[in-house]
């Protein structure tokens, strides 16, 4: 089995060239869900939504989230009535979210939902949030003021400086069932390009996931989601900046060396491959932009191999 550790967009990506190279059936994703947020009563799970309409090939690939073929008339209605819609819901996505709230309201628990969810779009992976427990991601900014993952990222467009990041909920939550099993028994656990401080991180905060992929580091292999110092998509390139780290692979490397053992590199930092070898990581170089399918395979391809 390989397990693969996922934020959304970066890490869909990645899943829809590993099913190329991987048989559906022996990969297992741990999803982040430190971004979930309610909207109109509504639980909207980002990460594990944009994975499941990847698999799918259902996703809107003009975006990397939400649906193809999407309509906006709920929204246009909320905006009628001038309530809040900058956090878009489409139509078809609507009915995601209906559906979760409506099972979790009966009881149902989030990793239960989210199986429910996979199957019904047969993506035939294992796609499991990291914990059944409510975490949520909140940013600092310069003011001292702190703000919740989508308030930053989609309201703010994140484009405000963050003085720090804080995983709420983490150190009280549990890993969802089955998860310490998958990781002690993969053959290889997979750390996807995705940001390493707010999708990656609220992952490796929830109790005993760290420590158990320190344990079983010589298998754990990370893919760095940032390229000759930039964030291909999204503030990864700042967030590292304005914590204190270096906007580069090295960076990454930094945040990552405890738990992985190798970091996949850009082509286009091949100059910093000796700086991460002494990190006491090993860089393994090769084509990391995925802007087609067929590219996305040859990094699982590699990934896998290496
Ligand atoms: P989000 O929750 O949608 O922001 O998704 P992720 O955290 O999974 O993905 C965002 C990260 O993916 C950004 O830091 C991007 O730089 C990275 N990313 C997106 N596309 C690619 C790609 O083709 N190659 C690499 N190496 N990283 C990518």
Same mark, same amino acid.
């Given at each position: 089995?390989? !397990?693969?550790?996922? @934020?959304?967009?970066? *890490?869909?990506?990645?899943?829809?060239?590993? +099913?190329?190279? $991987?048989?559906?059936?022996?990969?297992? +994703?741990?999803?982040?869900?430190?971004?979930?947020?309610?909207?109109?009563? &509504?639980?909207?799970?980002?990460?594990?939504?944009?994975?499941?309409?990847?698999?799918?090939?259902?996703?809107?690939?003009?975006? /990397?989230?939400?649906?193809?073929?999407?309509?906006?008339?709920?929204?246009?209605? +909320?905006?009628?009535? @001038?309530? #809040?819609?900058?956090?878009?819901?489409?139509?078809?996505?609507?009915?995601?979210?209906?559906?979760?709230?409506?099972? &979790?309201?009966?009881?149902?628990?989030?990793?239960? !939902?989210?199986?429910?969810?996979?199957?019904?779009?047969?993506?035939?992976? #294992?796609?499991?949030?990291?914990?059944?427990?409510? $975490?949520?991601?909140?940013?600092?900014?310069? #003011?001292?003021?702190?703000?919740?993952?989508?308030?930053?990222?989609?309201?703010?467009?994140?484009?405000?400086?963050?003085? *720090?990041?804080?995983?709420?909920?983490?150190?009280?939550?549990?890993?969802?069932?089955?998860?310490?099993?998958?990781?002690?028994?993969?053959?290889?656990?997979?750390?996807?390009?995705?940001?390493?401080?707010?999708?990656?991180?609220?992952?490796?905060?929830?109790?005993?996931?760290?420590?158990?992929?320190?344990?079983?580091?010589?298998?754990?292999?990370?893919?760095?989601?940032? $390229?000759?110092?930039?964030?291909?998509? /999204?503030?990864?390139?700042?967030?590292?900046?304005?914590?204190?780290?270096?906007?580069?692979?090295?960076?990454?490397?930094?945040?990552?060396? #405890? $738990?992985?053992?190798?970091?996949?590199?850009?082509?286009?930092?091949?100059? &910093?491959?000796?700086?991460?070898?002494?990190?006491?990581?090993?860089?393994?170089?090769?084509?990391?932009?995925?802007?087609?399918?067929?590219?996305?395979?040859?990094?699982?391809?590699?990934?896998?191999?290496?």
């Amino acid at each position: 089995m390989i !397990v693969v550790l996922a @934020g959304g967009t970066g *890490a869909a990506k990645f899943l829809n060239g590993l +099913v190329q190279v $991987v048989d559906r059936e022996d990969i297992y +994703v741990i999803g982040n869900t430190g971004d979930d947020a309610v909207f109109f009563g &509504l639980h909207v799970s980002p990460d594990l939504d944009t994975i499941c309409y990847t698999l799918a090939n259902e996703v809107n690939h003009g975006t /990397g989230w939400g649906l193809s073929n999407e309509t906006w008339n709920a929204m246009a209605t +909320v905006e009628r009535y @001038g309530g #809040d819609t900058w956090f878009h819901l489409g139509d078809r996505d609507l009915g995601t979210h209906l559906y979760r709230t409506a099972r &979790l309201r009966e009881g149902a628990t989030l990793s239960l !939902v989210t199986q429910e969810i996979a199957e019904a779009w047969r993506i035939g992976i #294992d796609l499991v949030p990291m914990t059944d427990s409510p $975490v949520r991601t909140y940013l600092e900014l310069l #003011d001292g003021t702190e703000v919740a993952f989508q308030d930053y990222f989609v309201k703010l467009r994140h484009s405000v400086p963050v003085t *720090a990041v804080s995983f709420r909920g983490a150190s009280k939550a549990v890993p969802t069932e089955g998860i310490l099993e998958a990781i002690g028994e993969a053959e290889q656990i997979l750390i996807a390009p995705s940001n390493p401080i707010v999708s990656i991180g609220p992952i490796l905060a929830i109790q005993g996931i760290r420590e158990l992929l320190e344990k079983n580091r010589d298998k754990v292999k990370a893919i760095s989601p940032i $390229v000759a110092g930039l964030a291909l998509k /999204g503030p990864a390139d700042r967030l590292l900046r304005e914590l204190g780290y270096e906007s580069s692979v090295v960076g990454v490397a930094g945040l990552l060396a #405890d $738990v992985a053992d190798k970091l996949v590199i850009d082509e286009q930092d091949m100059a &910093l491959a000796k700086s991460i070898s002494e990190m006491d990581i090993k860089p393994v170089v090769t084509n990391t932009i995925m802007s087609t399918p067929e590219l996305a395979k040859n990094l699982a391809s590699v990934v896998i191999d290496c």
